[in-house]
């Protein structure tokens, strides 16, 4: 009995929705959980991979500043625009 997820343990059934498996590679590798700021202050850019395509209400998201905000900051999220 394995303990232990991988991605070789990880299969799709026949006709099963499921996530891609690079999306399901990124979370075991807690490449989702948070991305680094690559702008200046008050102009905040991240890129998470795999990219997020679009936003939608109540997502969340982290990520690390670089810089400290003096004042109203934007967030481009993938290029997505800020």
Do not use: E, F
């Amino acid at each position: 009995m394995a303990n232990t997820i991988t991605t070789a343990n990880i299969a799709q059934a026949a006709n099963a929705p499921i996530l891609p498996v690079d999306l399901l590679h990124a979370l075991q590798q807690n490449a989702l959980t948070i991305a680094v700021d690559t702008s200046s202050a008050n102009v905040y850019a991240v890129s998470y991979s795999p990219a997020i395509a679009a936003l939608t209400d109540r997502m969340v998201l982290w990520c690390k500043a670089k810089t400290a905000n003096g004042g109203a900051s934007t967030l481009n999220v993938n290029g997505l625009g800020a």
